[in-house]
């Protein structure tokens, strides 16, 4: 298993990723998305971490994806 760059919100986003329960996914995206979320608060005080906002951007993205691809996902 490789070591996370950023664990504090990258562990909740895998886990989100390869969640094979569909009654358990909506809870394991809305917890990256907290997490995902906390961290991009928390690096807008912060000049640098360019790399890790792109990384946070790209995480975003894939689980607004993810959502669009289940079905019978709620849609918030």
Known sequence: MSVLRFPVWQKPYQEALVEL???ALPKRIAE???AIFL???ALSV???GQQERQALDDALFSLR???REKPNFPSW
């Open 32 to 34: 990256a998305e907290t």
């Open 65 to 67: 994806c993810l959502r």
């Open 39 to 41: 961290r991009t608060r």
């Open 21 to 23: 329960d569909s009654k």
């Open 46 to 48: 912060n000049p640098d």
